[in-house]
């Protein structure tokens, strides 16, 4: 089993807050404004489109050809998921299964311990104890000690 009390965390300091939080800024304005330049793209391809006398037909295939490539890269991402979730099945079936065995049979064997400790040490030592109890009281009564 390994030891991970000797490994630190570096402390979160403000400046990396402050930097984390700048470089999120950025990303999202980055998103923001490809977004808008690719709706304005869209637009004018429409506008051009709608025009008379424009190649449609050549857009049509040049459209036509663009689309299969994204699915031939959809396809690809697809099967390095598919990778991916067979490797993860992998290891939860390596690795973490047999962690989970090894804590049950802990936890029965901390049972069965508990179980042993309760029966011969702590059982009797109550029993001497309420016996001991009883003895002092008979004791208080009957006068030979006093309190």
Known sequence: MADYSNETTPPVTAESEAEALRQQRRIVITVAIAG????????????????????????????????????????????????????????????????????????????????????NVVEPVIKLNSYLAGLQKLLNLVGLKKR
């Open 36 to 119: 808008v330049i690719f709706i304005t793209l869209i637009v004018l391809a429409v506008i051009f489109l709608l025009r008379p006398g424009t190649p449609t037909e050549t857009i049509r295939d040049i459209f036509i050809i663009f689309v299969a490539l994204e699915s031939l890269v959809i396809g690809a991402a697809l099967i390095i998921l598919i990778i991916q979730i067979a490797s993860l099945i992998n290891l939860l079936q390596n690795e973490v299964r047999p962690i989970l065995s090894a804590t049950n049979e802990t936890v029965n064997t901390l049972r069965g311990t508990t179980e042993f400790l309760s029966e």
